[in-house]
T-cell receptor
Framework: KQEVTQIPAALSVPEGENLVLNCSFT??????LQWFRQDPGKGLTSLLL?????REQTSGRLNASLDKSSGRSTLYIAASQPGDSATYLC???????????FGPGTRLSVLP | SAVISQKPSRDICQRGTSLTIQCQVD?????MFWYRQQPGQSLTLIAT?????????ESGFVIDKFPISRPNLTFSTLTVSNMSPEDSSIYLC?????????FGQGTRLTVV
């Protein structure tokens, strides 16, 4: 059974810092991995989708990498801003179904 | 991409009552997914809803408690029945378009 973990559980940084969020999964037979952002009490906003054959994806200040063999993905946020404060979730989809298995999330606070 | 409208966005309900959550998608999709997010937790899949057939429930979730309808390819409802305070959560519907997942804005349910 796929299990997804995220480190750290919470992170507080001053504005302008570059930061890395980590995601690990136990079964490397994944179809893809997706990073989401969730604001308090709200739904999920898709940030980046990485297919199993890809190594990384970039969107603006965000860069996500994938190392399928080691079961790891990282989300790099450059020049963080207070508006980046949210919970960041990674989710993996395996080769057998269409639903995702979610990690517990990293709660990010960017201080002005 | 997909735009998902979910209603209501929040509700406060009395224990023992039922609440039906609606999810409307702006395009036809084969499967719709319903998730629960308990306070401080990550997302857990409740069930997968296919049009024209009964929903498939994950372990720990039963149809009597969470009946689902899927009358057409753009709409689904989830009912939370005979509610107790333990049902207080955010409920989210989701679809996959291609290989990417999209989410509604969630329904924040508080049972008192």
């Amino acid at each position: 059974k796929q299990e997804v973990t995220q480190i750290p559980a919470a992170l507080s940084v001053p504005e302008g810092e570059n930061l890395v969020l980590n995601c690990s999964f136990t079964d490397s037979a994944i179809y893809n991995l997706q990073w989401f952002r969730q604001d308090p009490g709200k739904g999920l906003t898709s940030l980046l989708l990485i297919q199993s054959s890809q190594r990384e994806q970039t969107s603006g200040r965000l860069n996500a990498s994938l190392d399928k063999s080691s079961g790891r993905s990282t989300l790099y946020i450059a020049a963080s801003q207070p508006g980046d404060s949210a919970t960041y979730l990674c989710a993996v989809r395996d080769n057998y179904g269409q639903n995702f298995v979610f990690g517990p999330g990293t709660r990010l606070s960017v201080l002005p | 991409s997909a735009v998902i409208s979910q209603k209501p966005s929040r509700d406060i309900c009395q224990r023992g009552t039922s609440l039906t959550i609606q999810c409307q998608v702006d395009s036809q999709v084969t499967m719709m997914f319903w998730y629960r997010q308990q306070p401080g937790q990550s997302l857990t899949l409740i069930a997968t809803a296919n049009q024209g057939s009964e929903a498939t429930y994950e372990s720990g979730f039963v149809i009597d408690k969470f009946p689902i309808s899927r009358p057409n390819l753009t709409f689904s409802t989830l009912t939370v029945s005979n509610m107790s305070p333990e049902d207080s959560s955010i409920y989210l519907c989701s679809v996959s378009v291609g290989t990417e997942a999209f989410f509604g804005q969630g329904t924040r349910l508080t049972v008192v």
